[in-house]
């Protein structure tokens, strides 16, 4: 609604100015039309800078998941991200993009399919604009697979990367993504729109949801649990790793969350961009307490949870509340990430928390704006958030009706993906298999699927350089002249 | 000959070997050891639960030398290695039946000698 009435404003205001030398050299209408142009190409060249954010973030996954591993399965993340990125990229421009925003009916959409030139898509004809949206989807799509894999680090089959690929590009996520944002089932309940800015549910609910259903199917990782069952700590090899990937992800929502203004109009992306941080921030606080009172340390890792949990959580609500409330949205997810990792340790074998940082955290996320959606901001049709019906005059029953059509989008998620992500992996597990057998679990799936060590210098003796140093090198400066062979770390760093 | 394996704290290692070098004993090895002792294990914590690692990072000192040395090296190991706590490690002396100097092939107690100066430049 913003867009239209302020372009529509400002191409009234110039119309106006232009309108003495509009009628000597172009039609008012020439104008409008040029004016149009122009807010098009403004917003796409604002999405494809978003784009590029949000395909960073798949380095962020990379990272993070490789730092949660241990050295032997480092090699192994970096051919994940970039098979799925390829097979989801294919997935997605053939079918997925057209049962995603393809218009069609309530499930699925039945336009766009094999998108190309000339073709009309939910009815409207393919333009640079519909394919930049295509790729910022596309983005999204991938973002969400990436998610899926952190509970099954360093015991699944290549293979099952392949196949889950294919069918979540083309199947698993479109179904989502039509539902709330392709004009489907939840577009509309009774009147009221889900309200999910950016993907909590959409996007991270749906790829912890997948990963649900794989970690049912796999169990967990050889020696993570005790003859007694009891939990087993298994440190991942870098927190370097972690935190690069945490940072990443972060610098990436700003593309995801600012990006899905779709324009600039209002320098909306803006509000929404500063809601992101604040959120990040709080959720970073949120952790670190949780973990410190737990445990009396500050974890590391879990620093890092709590700002994917408050990006997760800011995720729905970045566009729909006010700035005071992104910090509480924030700070819950991040205290929550805490105790909900520890909780499913006790099962549930999850080795980066993605049930707790993107499931949970996405559950709240899509929550909150129920509680703090703001009247200034909601969609069209939507009621404003529980907060300003109990300490404002907002009408109570509508803000409880718009909290339910929230709770149905998690509902909805959990249901269609958890069914076809259980189907498709239990059908791999029954054909290919999902798992590797014992031996290349403990040798690591970096030898054992990819036929190389991430870290060969660990595992292969490297010769020493020449014999010594040159001679010329050798003498002078103080150094003894037995000690070249015998050189220690401190001496040659003089 | 007698080999002296010293297992001792990393920070000890630099003096023990400058004091080494300059009472003319160059020639000595370190490996990275992983030990257990009377020292406890540490106690990590890693994401809200608790790991026990039980064994602690040594180094492994080794050092051959003639028979009349050994007392000398070892005073030196123990000179630098000891700190009054628990964990300051252990010394063991072993026999050593044969020494080969590869390049050379020549056997015996001379090997163990200091290279000449113009031979040690290389």
Same mark, same amino acid.
């Given at each position: 609604?913003?867009?239209?009435?302020g372009?529509?404003?400002?191409?009234?205001?110039?119309?106006?100015?232009?309108?003495?030398?509009?009628?000597?050299?172009?039609?008012?209408?020439?104008?409008?039309?040029?004016?149009?142009?122009?807010?098009?190409?403004?917003?796409?060249?604002?999405?494809?800078?978003?784009?590029?954010?949000?395909? %960073?973030m798949?380095?962020?996954?990379?990272?993070?998941?490789?730092?949660?591993?241990r050295?032997?399965?480092?090699?192994?993340?970096?051919?994940?991200?970039?098979? $799925? %990125?390829?097979?989801?990229?294919?997935?997605?421009?053939?079918?997925?993009?057209?049962v995603?925003?393809?218009?069609?009916?309530?499930?699925?959409?039945?336009?766009?399919f094999?998108?190309?030139?000339?073709?009309?898509?939910?009815?409207?004809?393919?333009?640079?604009?519909s394919?930049?949206?295509?790729?910022?989807? %596309?983005?999204?799509?991938?973002?969400?697979?990436?998610?899926?894999?952190?509970?099954?680090?360093?015991?699944?089959?290549?293979?099952?990367?392949?196949?889950?690929?294919?069918?979540?590009?083309?199947?698993?996520?479109?179904?989502?993504?039509?539902?709330?944002?392709?004009?489907?089932?939840?577009?509309?309940?009774?009147?009221?729109?889900?309200?999910?800015?950016?993907?909590?549910?959409?996007?991270?609910?749906?790829?912890?949801?997948?990963?649900f259903?794989?970690?049912?199917?796999?169990?967990?990782?050889?020696?993570?649990?005790?003859?007694?069952?009891?939990?087993?700590v298994?440190?991942?090899?870098?927190?370097?790793?972690?935190?690069?990937?945490?940072?990443?992800?972060?610098?990436?929502?700003?593309?995801? $969350?600012?990006?899905?203004?779709?324009?600039?109009?209002?320098?909306?992306?803006?509000?929404?961009?500063?809601?992101?941080?604040?959120?990040?921030?709080?959720?970073?606080?949120?952790?670190?307490?949780?973990?410190?009172?737990?445990?009396?340390?500050?974890?590391?890792?879990? &620093?890092?949870?709590?700002?994917i949990?408050g990006?997760?959580?800011?995720?729905a609500?970045?566009?729909?509340?006010?700035?005071?409330a992104?910090?509480?949205?924030?700070?819950?997810?991040?205290?929550?990430?805490?105790?909900?990792?520890?909780?499913?340790?006790?099962? %549930?074998?999850?080795?980066?928390? &993605?049930?707790?940082a993107?499931?949970?955290?996405?559950?709240?996320?899509?929550?909150?704006?129920?509680?703090?959606?703001?009247?200034r901001?909601?969609?069209?049709?939507?009621?404003?958030?529980?907060?300003?019906?109990?300490?404002?005059?907002?009408?109570?029953?509508?803000?409880?009706?718009?909290?339910?059509?929230?709770?149905?989008?998690?509902?909805?998620?959990?249901?269609?993906?958890?069914?076809?992500?259980?189907? *498709?992996?239990?059908?791999?597990?029954?054909?290919?298999?999902?798992?590797?057998?014992?031996?290349?679990?403990?040798a690591?799936?970096?030898?054992?699927?990819?036929?190389?060590?991430?870290?060969?210098?660990?595992?292969?003796?490297?010769?020493?350089?020449?014999?010594?140093?040159?001679?010329?090198?050798?003498?002078?400066?103080?150094?003894?002249?037995?000690?070249?062979?015998?050189?220690?770390? *401190?001496?040659?760093?003089? | 000959? #007698?080999?002296?394996?010293?297992?001792?704290?990393?920070?000890?290692?630099?003096?023990?070997?400058?004091?080494?070098?300059?009472?003319?004993?160059? =020639?000595? =090895?370190?490996?990275?050891? #992983?030990?257990?002792?009377?020292?406890?294990?540490?106690?990590?914590?890693?994401?809200?639960?608790?790991l026990?690692?039980?064994?602690?990072?040594?180094? #492994?000192?080794? +050092?051959?030398?003639?028979?009349?040395?050994?007392?000398?090296?070892?005073?030196?190991?123990? #000179?630098?290695?000891?700190?009054?706590? +628990?964990?300051?490690?252990?010394?063991?002396?072993?026999?050593?039946?044969?020494?080969?100097?590869?390049?050379?092939?020549?056997?015996?107690?001379?090997?163990?000698?200091?290279? =000449?100066?113009?031979?040690?430049? +290389?």
């Amino acid at each position: 609604m913003r867009t239209k009435i302020g372009v529509a404003a400002i191409m009234a205001v110039l119309a106006a100015l232009l309108l003495p030398a509009a009628a000597s050299a172009a039609t008012i209408g020439e104008v409008a039309g040029s004016l149009e142009e122009k807010t098009s190409e403004l917003n796409m060249t604002w999405v494809a800078v978003a784009t590029v954010l949000v395909f %960073l973030m798949q380095a962020g996954f990379m990272f993070l998941e490789i730092g949660f591993s241990r050295q032997k399965n480092a090699g192994t993340g970096v051919a994940k991200v970039l098979v $799925n %990125l390829a097979i989801v990229t294919i997935a997605w421009w053939a079918i997925g993009y057209g049962v995603a925003e393809g218009g069609g009916n309530d499930f699925f959409g039945d336009t766009g399919f094999f998108f190309h030139f000339g073709q009309s898509v939910a009815g409207e004809a393919v333009t640079g604009e519909s394919a930049m949206l295509m790729l910022f989807g %596309l983005a999204f799509c991938a973002v969400s697979l990436a998610i899926v894999w952190g509970t099954t680090l360093e015991r699944i089959k290549f293979g099952a990367y392949v196949i889950y690929a294919a069918v979540f590009g083309a199947i698993i996520y479109p179904l989502v993504a039509h539902a709330v944002w392709g004009g489907g089932l939840l577009s509309d309940i009774g009147g009221k729109p889900v309200m999910d800015f950016a993907g909590s549910s959409v996007v991270h609910l749906t790829g912890a949801v997948g990963a649900f259903a794989a970690l049912l199917l796999l169990g967990a990782r050889k020696g993570k649990y005790d003859a007694n069952g009891n939990p087993r700590v298994i440190p991942g090899h870098s927190m370097p790793l972690v935190g690069l990937g945490v940072i990443i992800l972060w610098i990436g929502w700003f593309g995801f $969350n600012g990006g899905s203004t779709f324009e600039t109009a209002g320098n909306f992306f803006g509000e929404v961009m500063l809601n992101t941080q604040l959120a990040a921030a709080a959720g970073v606080i949120g952790a670190s307490i949780a973990v410190y009172v737990k445990s009396k340390s500050l974890d590391v890792g879990m &620093a890092g949870n709590g700002a994917i949990a408050g990006l997760v959580g800011i995720t729905a609500p970045s566009g729909f509340v006010e700035y005071w409330a992104a910090p509480i949205i924030g700070l819950i997810a991040g205290l929550l990430v805490v105790f909900a990792v520890l909780a499913i340790d006790k099962l %549930l074998d999850d080795p980066v928390g &993605a049930l707790s940082a993107h499931g949970l955290a996405g559950i709240w996320g899509t929550l909150s704006v129920g509680i703090f959606g703001s009247a200034r901001l909601v969609s069209e049709g939507a009621a404003p958030g529980v907060w300003y019906s109990i300490f404002g005059s907002e009408s109570f029953s509508a803000s409880i009706g718009q909290l339910a059509v929230q709770g149905l989008a998690v509902l909805f998620t959990f249901v269609v993906v958890f069914a076809i992500s259980i189907a *498709t992996f239990a059908i791999i597990k029954a054909t290919i298999g999902l798992r590797v057998d014992d031996a290349e679990e403990e040798a690591g799936l970096d030898i054992s699927s990819h036929g190389m060590y991430g870290y060969p210098e660990q595992f292969i003796p490297q010769p020493e350089y020449s014999t010594g140093l040159p001679s010329t090198m050798g003498t002078g400066a103080g150094v003894p002249a037995a000690a070249p062979a015998q050189m220690t770390a *401190t001496e040659s760093s003089r | 000959m #007698k080999k002296i394996e010293a297992f001792i704290r990393h920070e000890a290692f630099e003096p023990i070997r400058t004091e080494l070098l300059e009472k003319g004993f160059p =020639s000595l =090895s370190i490996l990275e050891a #992983k030990g257990s002792g009377r020292q406890k294990g540490i106690v990590e914590r890693y994401r809200g639960s608790t790991l026990t690692v039980n064994v602690r990072p040594k180094l #492994k000192l080794e +050092v051959v030398v003639e028979d009349k040395d050994q007392a000398l090296v070892v005073e030196t190991i123990l #000179k630098h290695a000891r700190t009054g706590e +628990v964990g300051d490690g252990k010394i063991f002396v072993l026999p050593v039946e044969e020494a080969v100097r590869i390049r050379t092939g020549e056997g015996g107690e001379e090997v163990l000698q200091v290279h =000449s100066d113009e031979e040690a430049t +290389v």
